[in-house]
């Protein structure tokens, strides 16, 4: 199972949503800026890393140990609001249950992709990741 099913699944699990998995898939993967059929968890996780308060917590993420948690109002400052609203909108849901969902989710996603540390080695390891981040501001 890919990354963005994984994801979907987990979000139509949390939020109880009648909307479809494409409708799911597709939304996640706008708000994620993913394109065609994946998403770049690597830009992703170099983007929260350069969020100074978030490093420690994805750092959490990243390892094989328990993760640290983010809330809906973190979810908002690091997507946008009106990224997360375009998101609830197109799942059918609101504003803060879709953030609310999104980060039980965001933290699993990155811990499925990172077990043994594959998602730092494929970005360079912690230097790689803070690398990219620079790119991105």
């Known amino acids: 199972m890919d990354l963005i099913e994984m994801a979907t699944r987990m979000l139509q699990q949390k939020l109880g949503t009648q909307a479809s998995t494409g409708d799911i898939s597709g939304a996640l ?64 849901v609101g504003e803060t249950e879709a953030a609310d969902a999104l980060s039980n989710v965001l933290p699993e996603m990155v811990d499925k992709s990172s077990s043994g540390g594959s998602l730092l080695e494929q970005a360079g390891g912690l230097g790689g990741l803070m690398g990219m981040a620079k790119k991105l501001f």
């Open 29 to 92: 993967q706008d708000l994620l800026g993913g394109e065609g059929n994946g998403i770049d968890l690597s830009a992703i996780v170099g983007k929260l890393m350069s969020q100074g308060n978030l490093g420690d917590i994805v750092q959490s993420w990243l390892g094989d140990g328990d993760n640290k948690g983010i809330d809906a109002s973190q979810i908002f400052e690091i997507f946008g609001r009106g990224k997360v609203s375009e998101f609830a909108s197109r799942v059918g």
